[in-house]
């Protein structure tokens, strides 16, 4: 199985879902020669928001077909719970510095963006099996 494709799928979901949330996608794959970004959004509440998603299949056949037959990108089907495999643990201390780094970086060049809430760092953490997605969204992790 493809790495690549899954985070894509993985990325893919995570929008849909915070589309869903009344997050606005502002930028993907934002990448400097120290990092790299997944998401960048705006919360409801107008927060500027640094997402790092984090995916990992589990009996996941689709993906073997490739992504016309991947039933979540047409239905966008979500399955929210509390325990899961952890993916949220490729989050060594390591990744978050590197996190805060290029956030850090891309809100002091985009000061337009910044609302008085600042901004904050989430994890979106996705165990894809079969045809649903186990979602984690953690918020303001750094």
Known sequence: ???????????????????????????????????????ITKSPDKTLVFIEVKTITASFSAVDKGPASYPLLAGLTYNQVKDSLMPEDEMSHKKIDKF???????????????????????????????????????????
């Not at 690549?4 to 990448?31: H, M, P, S, T, W």
Request: proline share 1%; with cysteine.
């Open 1 to 39: 199985m493809n790495r690549r494709f899954v985070g894509q799928i993985g990325e893919d979901i995570a929008c849909g879902y915070l589309v869903n949330k009344g997050y606005q996608i502002i930028d993907r794959n934002y990448r400097q020669r120290f990092g790299e970004i997944d998401i």
């Open 100 to 142: 805060k780094k290029i956030s850090g970086w891309y809100a002091n060049n985009h000061p337009e963006l910044i609302s008085s809430e600042g901004y904050r760092l989430d994890v979106i953490a996705l165990t894809l099996d079969g045809g649903s997605a186990t979602i984690k969204h953690y918020k303001n992790i750094a």
